[in-house]
């Protein structure tokens, strides 16, 4: 399925939900409700399919209670969820209502959802929640009233019991996002299968399988909508696992093994990195030699001062992950547990006995000696998988936005990752983080030639869309040209990109001889187009006048300044090399103007 929206031909859709009796106040609070629970829905429709980013989901509604559209947001830096709604329903727009699970805001410094549903026509938006984000929260709001148009905020405007059952069914969707924002960290999910004598393997350590066929399918899913997957070097150790979401498409997340002595195999499933990266994260020093192996085969080693579950989630925050899946055993459980990263629990509990006093069990020792101490869970599910039960619920409990939700005449926001005392300084890395729309994969289309030495100009869908095709342009080779069709074609930039990077490592030698040569000048052609083309984004640039840019890319060592400030940096060189390009431009018209 492309696209979750409905096209509407003759006549809008009607909404499942219907209006209860009692009076107006209850009706429209029913209503709105049930449309911002769809619009949460549809928020997660591309879960599995691409990684972890802010979800949206946007509902076109008629005075009459009929959908006349629907849209949510594919992937990092692909049409807003509220271009894709208006779109589909027309004319339908007009006098409508815009339902939205979370204000506008996947690119900082892009309006095009905003301008989606002011220029349709829109004449009331009912928001869910305000953004996490501080740098964007409350802009799209107050910018949408500027318009004239009812903004209404669940939780603000008007409560009540369903209106907010609505509210929490926005919170739950966007979990990952509103964590990453208040407690800089990942939002960890911890998931075990055990029997129901609560034991993870036989005394053995032999585990295959605990849970039924079913609920190896929904853990399947779960890794689908995860950043990365991780496990400690026992489960390597022991198990062998692939830690793949074995769905043949969508999204795949990074494998990550934590060990302090780096005691690994030196042959393992997680070592083939052909289709997906593997991290392992170890204590500095740790077994030189073996890391010059993992080297080899292209995984990653990453090497802590203090190997602990909070520092790594803290660098992992830094990389831009949203979602992390632990699958690990007792001891590596007990020990995020108690660093308080784990945010919420998934047990699936097997109508099995296995017995044994040395059988491992989810979670090991937490220093707790009376019952008092236990850790409960809140918010519990419960559902049954085929012959098992799962069981879910959150340690901590979803961080509130209300309190610090900004005054309407707010005109200043900070950005709380910035550092004040090196305000000379920008960082810039995911679309959604504050300056977003300065990195490669922002929702920003251009114009450029198929290719240096043609005049055919096409529109691509990014940056990195252009960047990723030019690796394989003019190479007298079919398997080429359909790379870079599958690439200019790709829905979002994440997955030009990976077509891009996979084909250049697996197969080199579609890539074009000179490409070393040339790719930074094929960035910047491509960064002088997107700045061009987009005048608020020119603006954007040259307000940055007097700071140094930097790519905030801890893993990427050539277009970003790496972890400690040991990358190249080239991405923010070329934002500043282009700066002062337009600078010289301002430059030479003043001087004419003033001559003249």
Known sequence: MALSFRICSSSPLICRATLSNGDNSRNYHTTDAAFIRRAADLSEMSAGLTSPHPNFGCVIATSSGKVAGEGYLYAQGTKPAEALAVEAAGEFSRGATAYLNMEPGDCHGDHTAVSALVQAGIERVVVGIRHPLQHLRGSAIRELRSH??????????????????????????????IHRACSRVPFSVLKYAMTLDGKIAASSGHAAWISSKLSRTRVFELRGGSDAVIVGGNTVRQDDPRLTARHGQGHTPTRIVMTQSLDLPEKANLWDVSEVSTIVVTQRGARKSFQKLLASKGV???????????????????RGYLSILWECGGTLAASAISSSVIHKVVAFVAPKIIGGSKAPSPVGDLGMVEMTQALNLIDVCYEQVGPDMLVSGFLQPIPDLLPVIPSEDATVEIDPSVDPFEPSIIFFYKTWDLYGSFSNFSPHPIRMPYGEENDDYMTWSSVEHYYQANKFVGVENPKAYDCVEKIRTARSPEEAALIGRSTLRQKPELVRNDWEDVKIEVMYKALKCKFS????????????????????????????????????????????????????????????????
């Not at 409560?159 to 739950?172: H, M, N, P, Q």
């Not at 840019?549 to 990358?567: M, N, Q």
Request: hydrophobic share 40%.
């Open 533 to 596: 083309t987009y005048p608020h984004l020119k603006s954007m640039l040259l307000s940055t006048i007097g700071t140094v840019l930097v790519e905030a890319s801890p893993h990427d060592l050539f277009w970003g300044g790496g972890r400690e400030g040991e990358g190249l940096n080239y991405l923010g060189r070329l934002l500043m090399q282009l700066r002062s390009e337009y600078l010289g431009e301002s430059s030479v018209s003043a001087e004419k103007t003033s001559s003249a």
């Open 148 to 177: 004239g148009i009812e903004v209404n905020v669940l939780g603000e405007d008007f409560e009540s019991k369903v209106l907010e059952d609505a509210r929490k069914s926005c919170l739950l969707v966007n979990a990952p996002l």
């Open 300 to 318: 990653e080693v990453v090497e802590f001062d203090m190997l602990n579950p909070r520092e790594v989630m803290e660098y992992f925050h830094l």
